[in-house]
């Protein structure tokens, strides 16, 4: 099993509340991660998919009262939704009697269902952390344009060869589109949303113009903001919002958009490998939102990212902003040869970030001036893990 990560956050998150949230996209590798924690404990793992464990918990109260001594795994928990007010008394019975922490093990596919139902019948009790798909810093072994080329979905890193890699990642989508989302969400035709995936892909870490989506599909401003808001909740795209601070300038408000996982881009706009990926007009757009989405990963939650941009062209690609107040500025170059423009100096006069950092295909570490580094993705990434 390739090493994740997110383990000794989660082993603390255990040790310090009564139940943790598991979030991340289908096969991103939640199960093998909770079966992997179980195993050092005493555990009891349900799959609320299979129609046996789902009959276990016909009466939830009486099946959960004979495990109070366990670490019970519930894995789609979206499935069984009133379960969480039965875990909420059962949470406050543990208190009272001395059974403080490690109880519950959520794993879920989706943050919308998990949210709807924990914001008033879990707060307090509940800690939520997101699995991403495989990152640069977990995948040591393998180049960064491998893992930006099938990205970072278990099953396509390690396929066998880039055909099998591809089929995987279209399967997955076809799985997505025709089975799992119809569970999350009013029921859309499968060719209607996969549209707007191909649209998102096709318009990669762009600002969101929901009117001219609307159009080419052929749908109303609404429908496309619900549309969007399903597959952002599902994980599977994110809105990278833009950072606002009152400086007397006239800043961007709309969100960069783009589809998380750059093998799932890859296979949306059906490119099967890094030699049409270089010949792609997407591919400074996708190499962007691979480094973004990676550094994001390395942050666990612990980092915010935010882009910046002025109507007079001040510009950074990635602002991370730190629980202390510091912000880190983020330059993205494709090429070995990075250069700035004026917009990034212009964007730091603005902003004053405390470190300044270019990302670029390379594996030398330089400095371009005396206070911004040019360095390779795993080695920011790297920076990004030891400043948590």
């Known amino acids: 099993m390739i090493s994740r990560r997110l383990y000794p956050q989660l082993i603390e998150a255990l040790a310090s509340s009564p139940a943790v949230a598991l979030l991340g996209p289908r096969q991103v590798g939640k199960t093998t991660l909770a079966l992997e924690v179980g195993r ?47 875990l909420r008394g059962f949470i406050d019975q543990g208190r009272r009697d001395g059974r403080r922490t490690g109880r519950y093990l ?18 307090g009790r509940i800690t939520y952390l997101e699995l991403s798909p495989l990152h640069i810093l977990e995948t040591a072994d393998l180049s960064a344009d491998q893992l930006w080329v099938t990205g970072g979905f278990p099953e396509s890193l390690l396929a066998p060869d880039s055909r099998r890699s591809l089929r995987w990642r279209q399967d997955f989508i076809r799985t997505y589109l025709e089975r799992d989302i119809p569970q999350f969400g009013p029921r859309i035709a499968a060719e209607t949303l996969r549209r707007f995936w191909v649209m998102l892909a ?21 429908t496309v903001g619900g549309y969007l808001d399903l597959l952002v909740d599902l994980l599977l ?26 093998g799932l881009v890859h296979a949306l706009l059906a490119i099967p490998d890094k030699e049409s990926l ?44 730190w629980p202390d107040g510091s912000l880190w500025a983020i330059e993205v170059k494709r090429s070995l040869t990075p250069k700035l423009e004026r917009g ?41 893990e030891k400043a948590i």
């Not at 096709?202 to 609404?222: C, P």
Request: proline share 4%; glycine share 8%; with cysteine.
């Open 344 to 384: 990034f100096y212009a964007a730091c006069t603005d902003l004053n970030p405390t470190k300044k950092f270019v990302v670029y295909p390379g594996s030398e570490r330089y400095r371009l001036a005396p206070d911004i580094e040019a360095m390779s993705l795993a080695a920011l990434a790297g920076e990004v």
């Open 202 to 222: 096709h318009n990669q870490g762009t600002l969101l113009n929901t009117a001219q989506l609307s159009r080419n599909l052929g749908v109303d401003v609404k």
């Open 40 to 86: 050092q404990g005493n555990a009891l793992y349900l799959d609320l998919e299979s129609e046996q464990d789902l009959a276990k918990l016909a009466q939830p109260e009486l099946y959960l009262a004979d495990h109070l001594d366990e670490l019970v795994i519930f894995d789609e928990v979206h499935r069984l939704p009133g379960l969480f007010p039965i």
């Open 106 to 123: 959520l794993l879920g596919s989706a943050s919308l269902d998990l949210l709807k139902q924990s914001g008033e019948t879990l707060a």
């Open 237 to 262: 795209v994110r809105r990278l919002q833009p950072w606002h601070a009152n400086i007397g300038k006239r800043l961007v408000k709309s969100p960069k958009v783009y589809v998380r996982d750059s």
């Open 278 to 321: 270089l010949s792609h007009s997407i591919v400074g757009q996708s190499w962007e939102c691979f480094v973004i989405e990676n550094l994001l990963a390395a942050g666990r939650g612990e980092v915010q990212g935010f882009f910046y941009r002025t109507g007079g062209g001040a510009e950074i690609d990635l602002l991370l902003a």
